[in-house]
């Protein structure tokens, strides 16, 4: 998506990803196959780079350290990049900062946790290494507490949450700010991971006005340009609370692509090449749909693609990935329409007739990987 924007101004793009086969591959002016996380295998892959960009956070912050120590374009900045890889240092971050988000505690290992046990129903989340809601375990009970894992967590209150928004960021490098409309999350609870969003979010002016304002202070917080993606708890008691940041393009951004005259990818090149932010308003209600990935792994293959492409104001998006697993992100349809009515329309229908499964039903996803 960042590539197929990137063309529209004859920006060449290189891409790192270990997977021979990932959708950047075919589509990159140059593809390295590698690990993104190995300091060495960076620095050789962005000798020939003028601009490096993530869009990941699990990647190897010295490498792009030491990148901008060589002179190199470094968005997200590096620092910012470290915080946010260990959702602990994050969460100790927006403390620091007077940025409201829910009570919690660092547990080192599961013993500490065991030791003193918080108030429950609680959250445990790996500070290193998750995302898509792996590495986060809702701790609902006393039991929950024995399978927790043994390693270094966040401890979180469970918040009441009346709804899960995410405020877009961007802010360039005289820290112009700009925020797009507050999008309203659904999440599948099987997989944690967000089924669909809708924008504008359905809440008051004064809360949509108070969720950009907190996204913009934690842009300001980390003081450096970048695309933040951050995602808040709107609590049934009415208040917001900043859960976590991703300083990346993210999947709360996608509808952009068609609501907006500037979306994530666009911004974040304009970034990366010092032009002027884009126009972040919305042109029309918008909805995105995940197409995730269901009856094991395969040859993914599109249902319902007649129903979907049928309905005015849709898009269809294939990531193009070569293997389909339950849970696995496949690609997302975003609608655009007059209001939410229209949406729900549109959402019901790429929901039920939208399922990305295998070609071939053979083999079910294992449970462990
Ligand atoms: N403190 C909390 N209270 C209630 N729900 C939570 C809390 N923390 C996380 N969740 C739920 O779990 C989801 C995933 O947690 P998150 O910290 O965003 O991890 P990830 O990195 O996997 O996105 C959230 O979007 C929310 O639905
Ligand atoms: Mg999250």
Known sequence: ????????YDARVHVLDPDPHCPCAGIAQRFVQGSFADRDTVLDFIREADIVGIEIEHVSVEALEQARAMGKRVIPDPAVLRTIQDKGAQKLFYREHGIPTAPFTLVEDRAMLLASPPPLPAFLKSRTGGYDGRGVMPLRGPQDLQRAFDAPGVVEHQVDIALELAVLVVRDDAGNTLAYDPVEMVFD????????????ARVEASTARGAR?????????????GLYAVELFLTKGGDLLVNETAPRAHNSGHHTIEACASSQFDQL????????????????????????????????????????????GAYVHLYGKRETRDGRKMGHVTLLAEDHRALDQGIAVTRVHGRVVPATNTTPTPTKT
């Open 1 to 8: 998506m960042f590539i197929e924007n990137a063309l529209r």
């Open 189 to 200: 609870a099987r997989y944690n991971l967000v089924d669909h969003l809708r924008a504008p």
């Open 213 to 225: 304002q907190l996204a913009m202070r934690v842009a300001e917080a980390f003081a450096a340009p």
């Open 269 to 312: 090149l304009r970034l990366y090449l010092g032009l002027p932010l884009g126009d972040v308003g919305l042109r029309a209600h918008a909805a995105m749909v995940n197409l995730v990935g269901e009856g094991g792994r395969g040859e993914p293959v599109l249902k319902g693609l007649d129903d979907i492409t049928h309905m005015p």
